[in-house]
């Protein structure tokens, strides 16, 4: 099977990039200055910003049928991290009108693809359920070790390094 035909996202997709991360990968909806924020941040960054990776199916109806986005990030150089560059797939998500015909996997290998390229050494994903069978065929592994702090923190006390003779 002939792999789809995918390709850079530009500015102007940026409108379809905000329908398809927020309407479809979440359902949720999103507060006017959130909206304003990401269609200015993807208008002004589309094309001209090395560090984020956009990668798009069109549906040939003037709408796109999937997407994914990564960024490139700088780290310290080291055993695993070379050059310091290691990549993250933020948003991957296909059109439910246009699902199992391989769009997701083809924008997934695109961006992911480009980031190896750029020199970044590991590239990191959170998985839902449904996309978990697609980045495992990818080569991706479970990372148990990987934990996530939000804010604001659960507890009033702020987190502060460690001092001599303290806990922290």
């Given at each position: 099977?002939?792999?789809?035909?995918?390709?850079?996202?530009?500015?102007?997709?940026?409108?379809?990039?905000?329908?398809?991360?927020?309407?479809?990968l979440?359902?949720?909806?999103?507060?006017?200055?959130?909206?304003?924020?990401?269609?200015?941040?993807?208008?002004?960054?589309?094309?001209?910003?090395p560090?984020?990776?956009?990668?798009?199916?069109?549906?040939?109806?003037?709408?796109?049928?999937a997407?994914?986005?990564g960024?490139?990030?700088?780290?310290?150089?080291?055993?695993?991290?070379?050059?310091?560059?290691?990549?993250?797939?933020?948003?991957?998500v296909?059109?439910?009108?246009?699902?199992r015909?391989?769009?997701?996997?083809?924008?997934t290998?695109?961006?992911?693809?480009?980031?190896?390229?750029?020199?970044?050494?590991?590239?990191?994903?959170?998985?839902?359920?449904?996309?978990?069978?697609?980045?495992?065929?990818?080569?991706?592994?479970?990372?148990?070790h990987?934990?996530?702090?939000?804010?604001?923190?659960?507890?009033?006390?702020?987190?502060?390094?460690?001092?001599?003779?303290?806990?922290?």
């Amino acid at each position: 099977m002939t792999p789809p035909p995918v390709r850079p996202a530009v500015p102007d997709d940026a409108e379809e990039l905000l329908r398809l991360r927020v309407d479809v990968l979440t359902g949720q909806p999103a507060t006017d200055a959130w909206r304003s924020t990401f269609l200015a941040d993807m208008r002004a960054r589309l094309g001209t910003d090395p560090h984020l990776l956009t990668y798009v199916a069109d549906a040939g109806d003037g709408t796109l049928a999937a997407c994914a986005i990564g960024v490139i990030y700088r780290g310290y150089d080291g055993p695993a991290y070379p050059d310091g560059r290691w990549g993250r797939v933020h948003t991957v998500v296909t059109d439910p009108r246009h699902r199992r015909r391989g769009l997701g996997e083809a924008v997934t290998r695109a961006l992911v693809g480009e980031l190896q390229d750029r020199g970044c050494s590991s590239v990191e994903l959170i998985a839902t359920e449904e996309g978990l069978p697609l980045y495992e065929k990818l080569g991706f592994e479970s990372a148990a070790h990987y934990l996530t702090l939000r804010h604001p923190l659960a507890s009033t006390a702020p987190v502060r390094p460690a001092t001599a003779g303290g806990a922290a």
